[in-house]
């Protein structure tokens, strides 16, 4: 459409302005609100992740003074205003850890068992399972431990360590010849403990 004078191109202007300005505002407000809303959800996200963190700090500290009182308290903070992030997962095994090296057996596992439940991330989850069924061993609580690897033995990454437990299952059973197959796919399958299995295999009544 052309129009003849400038008089004509305002007022068509501003009658376009009057039908669809509102739209237009909305548009552009909207557009401002997705811009500075999901730099406010960074930003928020970013100081959440740095409490966390300085948390976790602060339960890592207590765990090397064998504050152990103050490492649940301060792994209770982090399940409970960081529940999101990695940082409560990690610090409810350092409480674990904390409450089995101070004799608090029961504590420990039911920690590890909650931990299981809770962990945000599968590899996580591992994790406390392989310390869950390590403590299991070692307090000859054999039939828990198998099932406790049954149930959680699902990942590639994780294998080799939980063959080195299924060694350590046999080992104290006595079936050394289940220990030894167990140690050697452990070894096959990259667990980080190769030369701690190799000596155990050494220390294996020879077959026969």
């Known amino acids: 459409m052309s129009y003849e004078t400038d008089e ?12 669809n300005g509102v739209s237009v505002m909305a548009g552009v407000l909207i557009g401002f609100g997705a811009i500075y809303g999901w730099r406010f959800w960074g930003e928020y996200r970013e100081n959440v992740a740095a409490q966390a963190s300085s948390t976790f700090e602060q339960v890592l500290n207590n765990a090397t003074a064998n504050q152990t ?4 308290q301060q792994a209770d903070v982090l399940k409970d205003e960081f529940g999101s992030t990695p940082y409560a997962t990690l610090g409810s095994l350092v409480a674990a850890k904390a409450l089995y090296q101070s004799g608090k057996t029961a504590e ?3 920690a590890l068992q ?11 989850a591992s994790i406390a399972a392989l310390r869950l069924a390590r403590i299991q061993v070692a307090e000859g609580q054999l ?7 049954a149930a959680h033995d699902k990942s590639t990454a994780f294998a080799g360590e939980f063959a080195a437990v299924r060694g350590d299952i046999a080992a104290a059973r006595g079936d050394h010849a289940a220990a030894r197959v167990a140690y050697e796919q452990a070894i096959e399958k990259g667990s980080g403990l190769s ?13 026969g």
Not at 8 to 19: D, F, L
Not at 196 to 207: C, E, H, T, Y
């Open 8 to 19: 004509e191109k305002v007022e068509a202007i501003k009658k376009w302005w009057k039908e």
């Open 143 to 149: 039939d828990e431990a198998t099932a406790t690897i």
């Open 108 to 110: 420990a596992i039911a």
């Open 114 to 124: 909650e931990t299981i439940k809770q962990a945000p991330d599968p590899a996580l």
């Open 195 to 207: 030369q701690l299995l190799r000596l155990k295999l050494d220390n294996l009544p020879s077959a």
């Open 69 to 72: 009182d103050a490492v649940v």
